[in-house]
Each structure stands twice: as C-alpha cells, then as structure tokens.
C-alpha cells in the first residue's frame, strides 16, 4: 500500500516508475498536481499519490481544505434566495452562491417547477464550474431528461464530513478501496435509512426513526474524525448499536 | 463582511425533533458536557481550553502602570476579547459583533465585578504606581457555548499567573526579575464559572446545556450563570428570548451549581497537577527558600 | 455614600418609605409623539424614559452597529427589531458622556430588542423593521426594568400584535452577599441607593403569566436568595401589568370620547365614562 500510494509534498520529485504508461490514452493529471513543461510532474498538495493505470491517470488523494465545484460533480447544496428564474443555492458556507435555474429540474416547466423555500436542500449535479465564475447546478440529466435521484432533499438530516470521505464515500467500490464500511455495516445491522454524498463535504440521511438518523450521524462523524479503519469501524457498529438498544 | 452560515430547513427541524425524542446529534444527555480539557503553557497565565471543537486560549500578562485618578487605590484589572476570523469567518477585527460584545460583557460581569481579584492588592503606591493585570481571551475555534469555555479559560489563566515581586524600600520600587526572586500569585478570592443553558422548543420546556454551534442556532433563548463553588452567583444573564417558566429557571440554577463544583475541583486538580511538574527537581523549593533569607 | 440598611430591620421601612413588597409611582403616558408610529412616556420613580417607535417600514440604509440585532433583516421572513438606547448626559448626579460603542448600552439594546422580538408577532411582518429608539431622560435605578415598559407600551400604541404586554420590574434583597443571615428579606423595585448597595435582579415576565422573559442579576448573592427575589419581581411585573394596562384603556376611553376613533367591535363591553 505504502510503496503502491506513496505519500508525497508540493514540489517532490515522482519517481517515473510510478507514473503509468498507455499505449493510446493520454495521460491525465487529476488534482493535486501541475506539469512544468518540458516533461516534468511537480505534486502541488500533500497527499497520496494515486496511479489508475486504465485510465491512464495520476492524481493525488488528500484531506482537507475547502471544496472547489468541478463539472459533474455531485453536491448537496442549500438554496439561499429565489430569484426571477433560478435559485442561488450555497455549496459551503461564506463562499459566492452556486445558481440553480428553476427548470432544471425533472419535467419543470414555468408552472410546475418545484418550489423550494429559502433552507431547502438539493441534490445537485454541477454542470458548469470555472475559475472566477459562480459555478451552475442542475437536478436533471440534460441528455435523459431523467432526475436521476437528484432533486430536493426533504426531511432527514446533513452532517459535515471532510471532503475525503466524501470523496471516498463516493467511490464505486468505497470498501475496498475507500476503505469505508459504516453505512453497510449499518445497513447489515437492520437500520433502514436512505442516504445522498455531496461531494462538498455533506452527508444528508433520512429513516423513519429519528434514532437511526442520529446513529449514522455519530458513526459517520466518528469514522471521519479518528481515520479509522474497516476493522475499528466495524468495532464502532457494534458499539453505537448495543448504545441504541 | 460574509453573513454567519445558517442551518438549512432540514437540520433546524431535524434537531428540534431529535431533541424532543430527547436525543442529541452527539448522543450526550441534557445536561452534559463534552470533554473538557485544560492545559497551562510554558509560561505562566496561558491557558488552552477545549470544549468538545471549541478551542479558547487565554493570556494573562501584567505590567506597572499610573492607576486611574478617581481610583487610586485600586490597580487596574482589563479582560479583552477577540473574535477573529480565524474562529469563523462571519467575525472580523476592529468591528465587534454581538457576540463579541455579550461575551465580553459577561466575562466582565463574571470576572471583574464579582469581585474574583482583589484589585487594591495590585496597587503599588498610591495615586502613583500599580499594577494592570491584563487577560486576552482569542477564540481559537468556535462550535459552541463559548462563554463557559472563556470563563473557565479567563479564570484558569489569572489563577495560573504569577506577577513579579516588588518591594518599596525608602520610596524606591523595586521590581525583581524571575531569576532574582520567585514571582508571586494574583490575590484571588474566589472563581466564578460560566453555565450557559440554551432552551428549545415553543415555549422554552427544553433545557441543554453546553449546546454546539449547530444548537445554539436553533435555540430560543438562553441563559448564562455565573457561580462559584460557595453557591454565590456572581451574574445571570437571560438576555431575551422565549420566556421560560420561573420555576425552570430555579432548577436550572441548582443544577448550574453542580456544574460550577465540578469545574472547580478539576481546576484545582489541574493547578495542584502543573505545580507539580514546574516543581520536578524541588528547584523551587530551593529557590523560594533563597528568597526568604 | 454608604446606604444605611441597619434602619430597616427596625421599622421595616426603606430609605425612601416604602414597604418590601411596594412599588414607587409608575406614571405612564402613551401616544405622545404624534409624528410616531408608536410613543410612551413612563416614570417609574425618579428614573423617566422615553419612547418612541416607528414602522413596521421597509428597512432603511443599514447603520453599522446602530441596530440592537433581533431578526437581522429577517431570516426566515421575520421583522427585524431594532433598538437604540440614548442616555441622556444630564440623566444621572455625575455627567458622564457614553459614547456611541458603550458595551453597557449594546448590551441593554440587544437585550430589549430579543425581550421584545419573542412576544412581537414579526412573523407578520417580514422583510422589515421596527425600530425602537428609547431616551434616558432620569435615572435612578431600575433603568432596564423602565425600558422595557416604555417600550411595551409604545409597542402597543404602535398598533404591533404581541402576545402579552413584556413588563419588567427589580427585585432585591436586604442581606449584602456575605451575611448568611436568615432573616433577610426581598425587596421590590429597588432605587439607585438601593441597587448600589444591595444584590439586585431585573425580571421581565411576559403578561401575568410566570414566564420569565429577561432575569438580569449583575451582583454577588447567594443562590438560596435567588427564590424568594425571583418570586417578589414577579409579582411585581404582574402589579407594573396592572399599571401598564391601565393606562392603554384610559387613554382608549379618552380617545373614543374625544371622537379620534370609531367604536368598533369588542369595545362595546368597555364603559365610556
């Protein structure tokens, strides 16, 4: 794992070895890192450095700082204001507003729009996001016309994680490679809750027992906060279930 | 100035709900506290205190000055606060908000008038010389309740402090450097402690204490008060608010003097702790040995 | 000036004369200002306040610090109460200027402004303000207790709904915080002399009912005083209620009489003398 993901800082020399080799793709630089032309790599956070050799891709997995919108990422954002024909909604907290326009939303027209209060929550997808412009959302896929499970977010509860759980939480197989097994565990244990992962840090959970909310708040929390890992989050389940019987 | 972060609909009716089925989001009782944890610095009168993510770091510093004309008796005593945008961005320097301002009124209330310090001790010649004993409190980090972290802070830094010693001999003050006699501790009379009770709910049934950031936004009204372990309220302070029925706010008190015990007692146990350790090799039993010669 | 309490344990009589349980005269006026909204002038002893409000209005420019917060424009649609606390330089024995940042005076602004947001129906009236701007024309004790009522009752000249009228009034006690001497007892609506030497406590309840809105105790008193105080004050808002009451159906009486107003619904059970 160590010698697979090494850790690396801003400005440290990536050994060649580790940077992957397709015969037709290009190679893509994910977050995290910068090319100085000629031919160099240069890591511009500190975090591991992550190769996906079948996509021909290399960027660095880190924690923390504040979340910055990139297109088609999912978020979970908090509508603000409405204005004549979209809302402004806030992905985190004292930044410039994302907008969301009124009919992006599943079958929306003038008159059916949904019509979302000022503290309401979205499920969002970004479909715009460039340096010094407010990024844009939509809650409808624009080649379907299908929401595709975004939308408002009613009832349940957001809960604060870091942007590397998020992140990891959202990953295709998060337990082996995210290394996150909370809300399965959970889901295994006979809780029944509905969960949405923004990827600016928000979990929102909803069940129908005000309990249950709370524990996977506690458990999620709890996971992010001590970095624990499959076997300790295991250890966690057990423990916040026998506290909840 | 950005505006404070509000909660979204949903975590306001979420916590509300989740607080009449009487469940916290951090799985605490009503009346508990997080964890609580104090530590002294290197010097002397620096105090860190953590509250669950709320970090409050106190510096108590002193120096010799002309005390006030309608007070020459007295030595002058200033608690300052500072909201930086380090604890959140919502506060900015030089452009206090209400909170700065509450809190600072409340430390003041708690600290200064309940008479904590014995302030004529700070005078040094009368109408001329005495000291002012300053406490900065910086907020560090910000989830909640901090007025109880600031006033446990507040009060842990001045009983941790130690000012030099002076002497007057033939009208000639003379103050000594720690190397030359061992610094002294303030004239502390008693220590007060801040409890802060947050109510929810229409008619303000619902009491917490110690409520996080996320809490306080919903609240209704609160009320802080301020005891020592003698049972002695130094303050209260229900500042608006939902009214609240008198006979809760009774029991409120009562439980608030418990609290304030245990406050006191931990203090004292982390006082007796730090002594302790600046006390390793006995060098200062030696050195105050030398000094009473 | 040391206040001599040794007197009272004799004939039971307070330096100005009163008994325990009495309040000095409350004198009120409302509807002072006509250019205002809403207006009130109140004399609760020797300390005399002054009040005038206006709106609900659409907010004006915004003033800095000069707003006492309450709603802060409104979030969840609610107006905004915003109140400012002059204290007239000629108000007390010494003349002291308070400047405009007085921490004191934010601290009386903040509080009156959430007292009065709680039983203020804002909820009727979003995106505005109203503002509350108070005037210390005296001093002599109970300052917060008589701004709260001046501004109660301006509240309801100005035609604002509210649940009950916010009516405040001190209590204190005749032991200094370091006798534990039994025998104390509590005193009601205390002047300066009084609240300089004695442990001291504001109570705003809310009507006649014993729901504290505001308890302001800024003094050393040991907490098995804090009972019998609490219970005197509010007993006493209960009697300031009375006053304050009072007063709004006279001047109504005076004001049908006078022809200024139709008698309309719900008036006709009120006797015109």
Sequence with gaps: ?245 | MPREAEPSLNERQFVLKALEENLRLDGRTFDKYRALALTFGDEYGVADVTLGRTRVLAKTSAEVTVPYADRPLDGIFTITTELSPMASPAFEINRPTETEILLSRLLEKTVRRSGAMDTESLCLVAGQKCWSVRVDVHVLSHDGNLTDAACFAVVAALRHFRKPDTSMEGGVLTVYTPAEREPVPLSWLHSPFCITWCFFGDEGQMALLDATWSEEQVRVGSCTISLNRHGEICQIAKLGGTPVEAVALLQCTNVALTKAKEFSTYLDKKLAEDAKRRDKDGLMAELSAENDR | MPLDTSAYSLALLRVDGRRWNELRRVHAQIRTQAAADGSSYLEMGHTKVMCVVNGPSEPGPRRGTAGGGGGGGGPGGVAEVAVSVVVAGFSSVDRKRRGRGDKRTLELQTTISNALAASLHTHLYPHSTISISLHVLSQDGSLLAALINAATLACVDAGIPMTDYVVACTAGSTSTYAANDETADPLLDLNHQEEQELPSLTVATLGETDRVAVLVCESRVQASRLEGMLAVGVSGCHQVREILDQVVRDKGRHMIKEGTVEKGMGVEEMEVD
Aim: with cysteine; glycine share 8%; proline share 7%.
């Design chain 1, 1 to 245: 794992m160590a010698t697979e993901n090494p850790l690396v800082l801003p400005g440290d020399e990536i050994d060649p070895s580790l940077i992957p080799t397709h015969k037709t793709k290009p190679l893509r630089l994910g977050p995290g890192l910068r090319h100085v032309p000629p031919n160099q790599i240069l890591p511009t956070l500190a975090g591991h450095l992550i190769a996906d050799h079948r996509k021909n891709a290399l960027y660095v997995e880190y924690n923390g700082g504040r979340y910055i919108p990139s297109p088609s990422d999912l978020v979970i954002g908090q509508v603000t204001r409405s204005a004549a024909d979209l809302y402004y909604v806030n992905l985190t907290p004292y930044t410039p507003n994302a907008s969301l326009p009124h009919l992006a939303f599943e079958g929306a027209t003038k008159k059916t729009r949904p019509q979302l209060a000022n503290g309401a929550l979205v499920y969002a997808r970004i479909s715009l996001a460039n340096r010094h412009m407010d990024p844009e959302l939509e809650c409808v896929s624009t080649s379907t016309g299908k929401s595709e499970g975004l939308g408002p977010l009613t009832g349940g509860m957001v809960f604060d994680i870091s942007l590397g759980l998020a992140r990891r939480l959202l990953m295709a197989r998060s337990r082996d490679v995210g290394k996150v097994a909370v809300l399965e565990l959970l889901g295994a244990e006979g809780l029944a809750f509905e969960t949405a992962v923004g990827r600016n840090g928000k979990v929102w959970v909803n069940s129908e027992s005000v309990k249950t909310v709370v524990v996977v708040g506690r458990a999620l929390k709890e996971t992010d906060e001590k970095e624990l890992g499959v076997e300790q989050q295991k250890k966690l389940v057990q423990k916040l279930i026998k506290e909840m019987r």
